[in-house]
């Protein structure tokens, strides 16, 4: 392989991913607020440190862990993040047994047993809301 | 408005909630806890205001289920695989009917069918079923639930399907 592809293909290899993100007023000047705080200079390592984070909150309550705040005095709040929540793995429901007659019974069969009907507009749009 | 979705907790409060459904009251206030933690047989997840984070608005109740494959008609049973089915039941679905009109309803679904596709991806189900009232039917099929007729139209409810690879279709879409 020619030397200036090899470089080529290296230096397209090692381009880092770029994140661009649009923020509303209030949640840049929440960013910016926070940065000073945490003595953050760049984007990148207030993306990091968020990461960071974000990935220890997912694999405390991937385990089944609940976190915590406690104050000085011992009064503790739990967090509760909806997103968080989806992974946690009481998410896995109970069983319970269903009523069946024969005529339902065969319709689901048919229903299950053929192409997917498509999401209907209504059920889209919900999802992406 | 801003309103948060989570699973029910102890001290939340149900009181005062009111969807005009005597069933559905009851069943948030006397049995969603202790089904959820006691006796585990349904999940109940809720929507709250940001601001007053424990006052129940609206709620779902999600369970699993199967359908042994021998339960099946016998002209279905041949090529399908020895396994029964599985699906998750949406068993429950309220909201105050102080708040209705501000797309609470819609927001459950969603975070019902969230759940839904990611408890297929851990544990494997194939559909969504409920149970609706009559009335609402109408307002289940246009997110995609189909009426499984054969279930008597004398009852007060119409049980309905919705395939998981729809809501996945969705989600793509």
New interface residues.
């Given amino acids: 392989m020619p030397a200036t592809v090899t470089k080529r293909a290296q230096r397209k290899s090692a381009r880092k991913p770029k994140f661009q993100a649009d923020l509303a007023p209030v949640e840049d000047r929440i960013v910016r607020s926070l940065k000073e705080e945490l003595q953050l200079s760049s984007n990148s390592d207030f993306m990091a440190e968020a990461v960071a984070l974000f990935r220890w909150a997912v694999a405390e309550r991937k385990r089944g862990h609940k976190i915590v705040s406690e104050s000085t005095t011992g009064e503790r709040e739990v967090l ?1 993040l ?1 997103r968080l ?2 992974v946690a793995p ?9 009523t ?14 053929a192409e ?5 507009e ?3 749009r ?2 992406r ?1 | 408005m801003g309103v948060i979705v989570r699973r029910l907790e102890e001290d939340d409060v149900v009181e005062n909630f009111d969807c005009k459904d005597e069933a559905l009251n009851n069943y948030l206030k006397k049995h969603a806890w202790s089904n959820q933690q006691k006796i585990s047989i349904g999940v109940t997840y809720v929507v709250v205001d940001e601001l007053a984070c424990k006052t129940v608005l609206g709620y779902f109740t999600l369970a699993t289920s199967a359908i042994p494959r021998d339960s099946f008609p016998k002209k279905h049973v041949r090529g399908l695989p020895a396994y029964h089915l599985p699906l998750i039941l949406l068993a429950r679905l309220a909201v105050d009917h102080r708040f209705e009109g501000k797309g609470l309803g819609r927001l459950l679904l969603r975070e019902a069918f969230r759940i839904s596709v990611s408890v297929s991806e851990q544990v494997g189900c194939r559909c969504i079923i409920t149970d609706a009232y009559r009335h609402k039917v109408a307002w289940y099929a246009k997110y995609g639930f189909i009426p499984l007729e054969g279930g008597g139209e004398d009852k007060p409810t119409q049980r309905m399907f919705l395939d998981i690879r729809t809501l996945k279709a969705a989600l793509k879409a």
Avoid: D, F, S
């Fill in positions: 509760v909806p929540e989806r009481e998410a896995v429901l109970p069983y319970v047994n269903i069946w007659n024969e005529k339902e019974l065969e319709n689901l069969m048919t229903l299950a047993l997917p009907a498509q999401p209907t209504a059920l889209v919900a999802m809301g």
